[in-house]
């Protein structure tokens, strides 16, 4: 009989998994405490902003014409404890108010919450990025707790999805990471992913403990080929060079490669500047906290770009305070295809100049509503071209398709100033340089 399968948090993470299982063929049941997102769903509506989810959940959500009907929703522990051969607990840590550690509380109350409907022979499986150490704990309590006893398993198989490609990877993984204790388990694993597999993706099995440093150490090694190129980018600044020829000329070497060499205003996100700290802060409790102080530089670098940003539109305007100026910023979001404002480095640029006092407007292609209620404050426009209106300089602070597509000549002529600065170096220079735009990037000074 095929797996039944139920999936714990609906957030980006959950709700993409529950899709995904639910393409692969199971059947799949999904939960969450927040009675909205599950009455959204229900109607095969997306909470976020996310590719190719909407589609998928019509696609399988029961109750909607014309889908398999595989993927339902629900807020009842009891029915979901009896339900799932498997359960995956999708729900997010957060950064703990106050501190570097993550906060465990939502994994904690999942487990919680579960253990006690968990009559029969079950596998839980842990996608939430957590501290390490973690599933060694929530195994000894799901061992006490659940009524099945020993017939309970748990498995740890953290997740590499990127919002805006989460579908994609999703369903086509670049590898799978199952750290698990038993062969069961790994059994189990093995015919949920049966068919990326199939497909190529490698399954790799681990113990707990490396399942779990897997993630953390993935999203480490990210943040630090950022924050590398950033520093490249400071250098480049002091030097006269020109950090995107370096990056493409670094990047031939396919030792280092080419992707996540884009410098500019940095990371953000819900993933990479709380998975750094919770990284460190657990390093730190393990005694191994030499090991990841290099990190502490990495944040502080990347931290640093925002305020350089900041500093740099303040020496383009002529030096003085921002008093009466107008600042167009082009992106709200923390990466493009997303509408995801967490740690938004594009919003974080916006609030420093208006809280020194600059006239900022903001447009975003898909972040609009979750910018003006982070951020009240802020002027908004419903366009491009209406936020550049009147400004005497443009930030291009968030990467998308729109902004490259601009017809510069048109905002030329509704900007006070021809003055834009990339905070993302995804412009052509070229092209604004003809429609007579003085163009700067970061960490390209003569560019
Ligand atoms: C990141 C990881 O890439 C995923 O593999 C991981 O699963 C996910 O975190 C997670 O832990 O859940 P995501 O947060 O969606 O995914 O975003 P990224 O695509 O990694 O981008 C993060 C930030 O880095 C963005 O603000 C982006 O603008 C910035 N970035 C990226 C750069 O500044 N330069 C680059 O060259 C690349």
Redesign the pocket.
């Known amino acids: 009989m095929a797996l039944k399968i139920t999936v714990i948090g609906t957030g980006y993470?959950g709700a993409t998994h529950a899709a995904a299982m639910a393409e692969l063929g199971f059947e799949v049941l999904g939960l969450d405490v927040v009675p909205e997102k599950i009455e959204k769903l229900r109607r095969g509506e997306v909470p976020m902003y996310e590719p190719g989810l909407e589609e998928l959940l019509h696609k399988h959500v029961a109750g909607i014409e014309g889908s398999s009907g595989r993927l339902r929703f629900t807020m009842d522990w009891a029915e979901a404890g009896e339900f799932g051969d498997i359960h995956f607990v999708c729900v997010n840590t957060p950064q703990r108010h106050g501190e570097y550690a993550c906060d465990m509380s939502y994994v904690d109350s999942a487990i919680a919450s579960l253990a006690p409907h968990l009559k029969g022979p079950a596998l839980v499986v842990g996608k939430s990025?957590v501290p390490v150490g973690s599933a060694d704990r929530l195994a000894a309590y799901l061992a006490e707790h659940a009524p099945a006893g020993a017939d309970v398993e748990l498995a740890w198989n953290p997740?590499?999805?990127?919002?805006?490609f989460a579908v994609e990877d999703t369903l086509h993984p670049d590898r799978l990471v199952v750290g698990v204790r038993g062969e069961r388990a790994e059994k189990l694993l093995r015919e949920v992913y049966a068919t990326p597999v199939a497909e190529g993706s490698p399954f790799v099995v681990t113990d707990f403990a490396t399942a779990e440093l897997v993630?953390t150490s993935?999203?480490s090694f990210?943040a630090t080929?950022?924050s590398f190129?950033n520093a490249m980018a400071e250098v480049c600044e002091a030097a006269d060079g020109d950090v995107a020829k370096l990056a493409e000329a670094i990047g031939y070497d396919d030792r280092i490669g080419k992707?996540?060499?884009?410098?500019?205003?940095?990371?953000?996100?819900?993933?990479?500047p709380k998975?750094i700290r919770a990284f460190m802060a657990r390093a730190g409790e393990l005694g191994a906290d030499q090991a990841l102080t290099f990190l502490r530089e990495i944040d502080s670098i990347n931290m640093r770009q925002r305020g350089r940003m900041v500093e740099l539109t303040r020496q383009e305007l002529g030096g003085g305070a921002f008093l009466g100026k107008r600042v167009a910023v082009l992106g709200a979001t923390?990466?493009p295809d997303?509408d995801d404002v967490r740690d938004?480095?594009a919003l974080n640029v916006a609030g420093q100049i208006h809280l020194q006092g600059g006239q900022v407007t903001v447009y975003d292609p898909k972040g609009m509503d979750n910018a003006r209620s982070l951020f009240p404050t802020l002027g908004y426009a419903d366009s491009a071209l209406e936020a550049v209106r009147g400004a005497d300089v443009v930030l291009h602070l968030?990467?998308w398709r729109e902004f490259r597509e601009l017809d510069a000549q048109a905002l030329g002529e509704a900007a006070a100033q021809r003055l834009i600065l990339d905070g993302?170096n995804a412009l052509d220079p070229e092209v604004w340089r003809k429609a007579g735009w003085r163009y700067r990037g970061m960490g390209r000074p003569t560019a």
């Open positions: 993470l990025t997740e590499f999805l990127r919002e805006g993630k993935a999203n990210l080929k950022i190129i992707k996540f060499l884009r410098a500019g205003i940095g990371f953000g996100g819900g993933c990479l998975d923390f990466k997303s938004s480095p968030t990467e993302r």
